[in-house]
């Protein structure tokens, strides 16, 4: 049975693309991002900085939300905004980092102050950043988390 051109490279596309997919989940995997906020504004920056950097996000709104997403999904950094309403930043980031998988979280403030860099510090967290973002200080914290993050699964493995 002979198959056509057509057919053939149909099928190739198939393949690869599937392939394509399998691997594109894959590498961005070791570059997802959970963001727990409510606040529009941020969520709008992160994903414009997400396109331009190649960072998958995933947005929840509440604590819950959150630990619902890193049980079904490897986050490698945690962004928590520290004015979360509803709930103290303090418990609602222990929650976010009471889960087996390692995370690196972020907090976002409004304010930065040193105290307010030591508690975040104290309580897991990799480092605060100003909220409203600022590209030029954000993406590197961001991709300096990420870069430790790949570097601790690659001595784990």
Request: charged share 25%; glycine share 6%; with cysteine.
């Amino acid at each position: 049975m002979a198959i056509s051109w057509y057919s053939f490279v149909n099928g190739l596309r198939e393949r690869t693309g599937a392939l394509w997919r399998r691997w594109e989940h894959c590498a961005l995997a070791n570059r997802t991002l959970l963001v727990v906020t409510k606040n529009a504004r941020c969520k709008t920056s992160l994903r414009t900085l997400a396109l331009e950097q190649g960072w998958r996000i995933l947005f929840a709104e509440t604590i819950e939300d959150g630990l619902r997403l890193q049980s079904l999904d490897r986050i490698c950094v945690l962004i928590y905004d520290h004015q979360l309403p509803g709930v103290d930043w303090r418990d609602g980031l222990r929650t976010l980092l009471a889960l087996d998988e390692p995370t690196l979280p972020i907090v976002i403030s409004d304010v930065l102050s040193a105290r307010l860099r030591s508690e975040v510090l104290n309580c897991g967290g990799f480092d605060l950043a100003r909220n409203p973002l600022e590209r030029e200080c954000f993406v590197p914290l961001v991709n300096g988390a990420l870069a430790l993050a790949e570097s601790i699964d690659s001595i784990e493995s």
